[in-house]
């Protein structure tokens, strides 16, 4: 078996309004930062997974983030997948 | 309809379970059963309730837990049987969640958690869940949370407008849903969820009657 550390990102679908991520514009903006064109806050997943190969563990974490991770009615997701 | 049960489901994080028990045996004479999360045998129950709350902690997204437990899973066949089931506040999350309603809930636009009486117009009385005595009607009925912004995408909700499957709309959107969506049912017009909570507006001592209908109409076949 092989192991794989897996980084799940799920962000907001770009049509849905992310009123978290325009709150800490603002505050970003308060804080002096400038040139901040855009702020949309998401979730980062960790997960280790054991399996045959790195086909088996994408399909089993396609089916993790489409089933559980993600709400593919507001979210979007993608991930990245290390071999350990 | 002296056995007619209701089934409350009660999850780890359930708060309003024990108020919608009350509202319906209390105030209506409708005997209820609590059903726990794990249980998925929903034989002698004839209609179910998911109250509000914070299932599992609203960890992950609102509802998104709760989609896994064996209660759910069994859900599907109470549905398809055509029985009743009312989704409140974090019952209609969890519909969401699961696939028996279209569309999701997120955060508040103003991020606010809302916790007020709002007027909301009866737009459609599909599967018998509000009377709108033939004409557009107002009630009030109280809301209370953090992630009741309804959205869904343009083609879903033409679908929900030309099925007449939007059930209610707020008069002063407090949320940002999109086109004003408090509450839907599904095709069948046997499942319903929506935001505000009925059960909560069941007795004039507590500020008003709106939310009897719909917990009454829990009763119809």
Redesign the interface.
């Known amino acids: 078996m092989d192991q794989f550390a897996v980084k799940v990102f799920v962000r907001?679908r770009p049509?849905?309004?992310d009123?978290?991520g325009e709150?800490t514009k603002s505050a970003s903006i308060k804080l002096g930062a400038e040139g901040i064109k855009s702020l949309r806050i998401g979730k980062m997943i960790e997960v280790k997974i054991e399996g045959n190969g790195e086909n088996e563990v994408r399909e089993k974490i396609d089916l993790l983030c489409d089933r559980?991770?993600a709400?593919t009615?507001?979210e979007d997701y993608e991930y990245s997948l290390e071999k350990l | 309809m002296d056995n007619f049960t209701v089934g409350i489901v009660v999850f780890p994080g359930s708060n309003c379970d024990r108020d919608v028990s009350w509202a319906l045996e209390g105030c209506l004479d409708i005997k209820t059963k609590y059903l726990w999360h794990e249980s998925s045998d929903l034989s002698d129950v004839d209609a179910i309730v998911l109250p509000g709350g914070f299932s599992y902690g609203d960890y992950?997204?609102c509802g998104?837990i709760a989609r896994?437990s064996p209660l759910i899973n069994a859900l599907d066949d109470f549905v398809k049987s055509g029985k009743r089931v009312l989704g409140i506040c974090n019952g209609f999350q969890i519909l969401?969640?699961s696939g028996f309603l279209?569309?999701?809930l997120?955060?508040?636009?103003?991020?606010n958690f809302i916790c007020d009486d709002v007027e909301l117009d009866i737009v459609s009385s599909k599967g018998g869940w509000f009377n709108d005595g033939g004409e557009k009607q107002t009630i009030k009925l109280p809301i209370a949370h953090g992630e009741g912004?309804y959205?869904?995408?343009s083609d879903t909700l033409k679908k929900l407008v030309d099925n007449e499957l939007i059930s209610l709309r707020y008069k002063n959107n407090p949320n940002?849903s999109s086109f004003d969506i408090a509450g839907i049912t599904n095709e069948k017009g046997n499942v319903l969820g929506l935001m505000p909570h009925p059960e909560r507006a069941c007795d004039e001592t507590i500020g008003g009657t709106d939310g009897l209908f719909t917990l009454k109409s829990l009763i119809l076949e």
């Open positions: 907001l049509s849905v309004l009123p978290a709150a559980l991770f709400n009615v507001i | 992950l997204r998104a896994f969401t969640e279209p569309g999701a997120t955060a508040n636009k103003n991020l912004r959205h869904c995408d940002g």
